[in-house]
């Protein structure tokens, strides 16, 4: 579904969404992956937002070979490690930066991949991030979303909740409709079906 979220209705949006509450991070990866899409991820610039809204994740856990965290704690998944609620950034071909969300209790080596994202606000500033892309672009896979929301491994390990990057939840009890597949793009783990998407979005990485 390709609907272009207009100025007029972004002010009403925002009002739909509201601080996670306790404990949401605290779960398994596997069920916070799905309870993350059509929640907002929002960061602040300067005086304003960049903001959008969660179409696809991936779960990813210690008992999965595809994880980083497989092999127990390293200096570079540390924070897979620590508690839920904090964001995991690490780079791909030594170019990409991906963004996770860190979930489970403190030891449990759990994170969601922020695979895609449907823009809300500061288009012009996530544009400008990435090189004037065109919109249905712009948020569709993870590095495309870490560059336009200017995410970098200087925020890995900070909170998202109530800091510069947050996760905002739905304010009310409707739930979206959630599509569940094969993760992309791993070799390992690809039969487990870990990958969720908003249903019939056009804003995902892949249909």
Known sequence: MYVIISFGN??????????????????????????????????RVGGGFI????VETEAYTQ????SH??????????FMFERGGLAYVYLIYGVHNCF???TGVPGSGEAVLIRAAQPLEGIELMQANRGKEKLMNLC????????????????NGISLEGGEIQVLVHAGDSRPD???????????????RRRFTLKESGW???R
């Open 178 to 192: 959630v599509s569940v597949s094969k993760r992309v793009g791993i070799s390992r783990g690809a039969d487990l």
């Open 204 to 206: 995902v990485s892949r």
């Open 51 to 54: 903001s959008g809204v969660i």
């Open 140 to 155: 569709s896979g993870p590095g495309k979303l870490s560059e336009a929301f200017g995410i970098d491994r200087n925020h």
């Open 10 to 43: 972004r002010r009403s949006i925002l009002r739909n969404y509201k601080a996670p509450p306790a404990g949401f991070f605290s779960r398994d990866a596997v069920i916070v992956a799905p309870d993350l899409i059509d929640c907002l991820l929002r960061r």
């Open 69 to 78: 965290s497989f092999r127990g704690p390293t200096l570079r998944n540390r």
């Open 63 to 66: 008992d999965d070979s595809a």
């Open 100 to 102: 996770n969300v860190t």
